[in-house]
């Protein structure tokens, strides 16, 4: 078990003939993921690289059976591929772009909203986002789908969250070198307004009954960790380890990701480390002592 | 990205928001002639990408043309320095001549993003003139707040829920709440990220206009709004950050002398951290970007070695999908090009860790290759601190 993505998960690619889509899409099926195919608007028909193109999400679920879609579509087309998605009923949406216009994204979150009422009242499945601007979800051995560099995780029982892609795999690579393996790593991304906040896998992680402790990577901006920390007072049991990136950064400074900036002194790596500590989870102030801290406090059954 | 307080009243007047009559001048002779036209009694406004000027010597009122001349020569050219800006202050290029209005009421109104809602948010308060941190602060309730709906846009009643938070009648309440209406729409079009009207001005006439306008607006979203993107001000920016953007290179000036590069930008707030951990003190925030190709270091070399406080540079690359080897190759042939005077440290992570390793230590560069963040860390700060003072 692990959460949201499994060996049964069936993915479609959107901007699969792209260059990232490309690249990408054939590493995820090297991987192992059942990769059914992708999408790209007026190349339904085609082959790509071995997978069928479709011209449509609702074509590609319909044909290949998509139960989730991979984004690479480019920024000013990004969120009409998310409502392409969600209109046509893929369960999990992992959006991978990088640059996305906020507002799009507020419309994009009120259709995903509206949508999802509908499928739940129709009796299907509600559709959950991934990202974005993050790497994307990871269930080791099992599905690939995002980014991330596969051969550096090993299936296991830590579950991963985190707001930033290479400090996800600086905890993966600690861990898998402890010889600790990891149960599924989400990569929430970097943006101001992310379908998935840390309280989704946080609720998501506990009820896993294959997840046994769970590390949390946060940065600097917003109150999504402070709310992830409230969280885990009341309703998480497992052990949780977090580190929070830009302890060191400027504020009124947009360090890299568009959601990680301090702004009018909130949002700074020392009101959250203190609000995680007074949840009761183990915060580490060094980025390289994210493994060996959960090596620590979590017991191997 | 940032705007001039006369560049966003430009934009607030193309959608109907009324500000006062002003003109934008860049000598002494142009303030007297704007000053003139403008009935002589005018404020002087210093044009920085920054707020606090009033408390800096930036705003000055002039009670007719000479003085508005006078004061603008004095204006131009000075380093302001405000709370904003840091000790090091801007200098001043441009001065706003605007008309003096009849004070009767000075309040404040903000519009940006609710991470938490995923909406825009309207902030309106009576203490015009206060940053509203501090009323936040200070008194939380003093702030009434309106979610603009993502479709649907400010409705007719929330404007007036803001003008009556603000306790205005008669004209000024329905010229108010045209004001919200207008400001509103205004920030939804242009993709601003922050609209600030700090203070609102109700003048004893009764009419409500913006006396100071503060926009900023959504980098990812001006390819769709040339005209905004037009307005940048590259005199207000950091020369090497602006040369970095040039390069894809996401790059922010601090003041500490470790240089670092690093793919990622959590991974590079956190390679920051821990050298500050390890006791040193980061020269810079860079992401390379997912690729870190030889191209890419080389651009970044020349970034980081262009701030003299540099005294040692940590790579910290987690290869990921890229080859270790691959990305060696890169360093070592972008470090010989560009020269190094400096030592860097190199931590790699990724496949072909072991023979990107040996690329690094059989190139008869000063390049120390490191185990792990914490040891890569440790030994770029002691190569800063062992440095030669310059």
Same mark, same amino acid.
């Given at each position: ?38 999408? +790209? ?142 149960? +599924? ?10 379908? +998935? ?25 917003? +109150? ?78 | ?32 002639? $704007? ?129 009556? $938070? ?77 040369? $970095? ?146």
């Amino acid at each position: 078990m692990a959460i949201w993505a499994d060996k049964n998960t069936r993915v479609i690619v959107q901007g699969i003939t792209g260059r990232e889509g490309t690249f990408h899409a054939v590493q995820c099926r090297e991987y192992g993921t059942k990769v059914v195919g992708g999408v +790209t608007p007026g190349k339904g028909g085609t082959k790509h690289e071995g997978f069928d193109v479709f011209g449509s999400v609702r074509e590609a679920r319909e044909k290949a059976g998509a139960n989730c879609s991979l984004i690479f579509v480019p920024p000013p087309f990004a969120a009409d591929a998310i409502m392409e998605s969600a209109d046509a009923g893929i369960e999990l949406i992992v959006c991978i772009t990088e640059g996305i216009p906020v507002n799009d994204m507020i419309r994009a979150h009120d259709f995903l909203e509206k949508s999802n009422v509908r499928h739940v009242a129709e009796g299907r499945a509600a559709s959950r986002l991934i990202g974005p601007n993050c790497p994307g979800i990871m269930t080791p051995g099992q599905a690939k789908i995002g980014i991330m560099p596969g051969h550096i995780h090993k299936p296991g029982p830590i579950g991963i969250v985190s707001r930033s892609g290479t400090l996800t795999y600086e905890a993966v690579g600690q861990l898998s070198r402890l010889n600790i393996g990891q149960s +599924t790593a989400v990569g929430i991304g970097g943006d101001p307004l992310p379908g +998935t906040n840390f309280v989704d896998c946080l609720a998501a992680f506990q009820a896993d009954p294959l997840t046994e402790a769970i590390i949390m990577i946060g940065e600097i901006g917003g +109150t999504a960790e402070e709310e992830g920390a409230a969280f885990v007072k009341k309703n998480v049991t497992k052990p949780v380890v977090a580190f929070i990136a830009g302890q060191t950064a400027p504020p009124g400074r947009r360090m890299g990701h568009a959601g990680a900036i301090i702004s009018g002194g909130t949002g700074t790596a020392g009101e959250k480390m203190k609000a995680l500590e007074a949840a009761g989870i183990h915060v580490v102030k060094a980025p390289s002592d994210m493994g060996q801290r959960l090596s620590e406090v979590w017991k191997r059954k | 990205m940032k705007v001039h307080e006369y560049q966003a009243k430009e934009i607030l007047r193309r959608y109907g928001v009324p500000t006062p009559r002003g003109e934008v001048v860049e000598s002494a002779d142009e303030a007297r002639t $704007a000053a003139k036209q403008l009935g002589g009694r005018v404020v002087v406004k210093a044009q920085i990408h920054a707020g606090g000027r009033g408390k800096g010597g930036g705003v000055k009122l002039a009670k007719d043309a000479d003085e508005a001349a006078e004061l603008t020569r004095k204006m131009l050219g000075m380093t302001l320095v405000t709370h904003q800006t840091g000790p090091e202050g801007r200098v001043v290029r441009k001065v706003f001549i605007e008309e003096a209005l009849n004070i009767d009421k000075e309040l404040y109104l903000g519009i940006t993003l609710d991470r938490k809602l995923g909406l825009p948010v309207i902030m309106a308060s009576s203490q015009g003139g206060m940053d509203i941190e501090e009323v936040a602060h200070k008194d939380p309730k003093a702030i009434h707040r309106e979610a603009v709906d993502s479709i649907l846009g400010i409705q007719p009643f929330q404007a007036r829920a803001v003008a009556d $938070a603000f306790g205005l009648k008669g004209d000024a309440y329905k010229k108010c709440v045209d004001f919200v209406q207008k400001l509103t729409k205004a920030y939804v079009e242009t993709d601003a990220s922050l609209a600030e009207i700090n203070p609102l001005l109700v003048t004893k006439e009764g009419d409500v206009l913006a006396l100071d306008a503060k926009m900023n607006f959504d980098d990812n979203a001006m390819f769709r709004h040339k005209d905004v993107l037009e307005m940048r001000d590259l005199n207000e920016e950091d020369p090497l950050e602006v040369e $970095a953007s040039h390069f894809g290179l996401n790059y922010i000036k601090l003041d500490g002398n470790v240089g670092c590069m690093v793919n990622g930008a959590g991974l590079a707030m956190a390679t920051m951290d821990i050298i500050k951990l390890a006791g040193g003190e980061p020269a810079n925030f860079l992401d390379v970007g997912g690729g870190a190709s030889a191209e890419q270091v080389k651009n970044a070399f020349r970034i980081i070695l262009n701030d003299k406080n540099v005294k040692a540079i940590l790579i910290n690359i987690f290869g990921g999908i890229m080859r270790g080897d691959r990305i060696a190759e890169g360093v070592v042939s972008a470090s010989r090009e560009v020269g190094l005077p400096v030592p860097v440290v190199v931590r790699l992570e990724g496949t072909n860790v072991e023979l990107g390793k040996e690329i690094l230590a059989k190139s008869g560069l000063p390049l120390i290759t490191a185990d792990g963040m914490w040891d890569a860390a440790q030994k770029v700060v002691s190569a800063a601190k062992q440095a030669k003072p310059s």
